[in-house]
């Protein structure tokens, strides 16, 4: 099956006079879907804007793996374990919430910031929470998230080159930029594809682009107690 959403389609979320603009894949905060909950582990999968010097003031999460693909600018991070970094484009950053940890998000850069932030629902719940952030993650290098049971690939593709979608049980894929087809459809920037059991497909990139790949290789679901997207941030 293959399940084409559009990026014009997701939900307006944010606080555009504070500065954030967020556009919401799934279920979210005041947008509630119950058609639209998740995708295998994926519980969230945000476009985030954020303008000089706006943010997201510390808040708590739990039973949650976040990742976070900065695009554009640098992202300041710094949660409740200590941790504080800045996060640029290239760079994956993970934090898993455990059974319970608070972060702040920022921009406090001159330009705007722009990210794509997905949460994961771990397989089990609970835990100590947990950080890292890979520098420069080398295209096509597998990033794996073994708490929820996923691996990302980020692919960056040329103008006419293929890419093998992996023959997982379950593929989420999220285009950051450019022109690509798929199975006959056309995908742009915002575009989302959620794959299930599928083999043998093709990406095919009408111009430069990057593509963000999930897969999942066994169709688990997080125990109870994942946290659910009810506010309307990243």
Partial sequence: MIDVRRGADRYQGGDPAAGITT????????FYDPDNL??????ACNEEILAPGSGFD????????????????????????GEKSQVRPGDVQRFGAG??????????????LRFVQMWLAPLVAGGEPSYEVVRELADAAPYEVPAAGAVLHVRRPG??????????????LHVVRGDLRLDGEELGPGDSVRISAERDLEITAG???????WEFPDPA??????????????
């Fill in 23 to 30: 556009r919401h894949a799934f279920s979210f905060g005041a």
């Fill in 38 to 43: 998740r995708f295998g582990p994926v519980l």
């Fill in 58 to 81: 510390e808040h708590p999460h739990s039973h949650t793996e976040i990742v976070t693909w900065v695009v554009e600018g640098e992202l300041t991070h710094q949660d409740s374990t």
């Fill in 99 to 112: 059974s319970g940890a608070r972060h702040v998000e920022r921009n406090d850069g001159t330009g705007r």
């Fill in 159 to 172: 103008a006419g080159e293929r890419i093998r979608v992996p023959a997982a049980d379950r593929v989420y």
């Fill in 207 to 213: 111009s430069p682009g990057e593509l963000l790949i």
């Fill in 221 to 234: 679901e997080a125990g109870p107690g994942a946290d659910r997207p009810e506010r309307s941030r990243a």
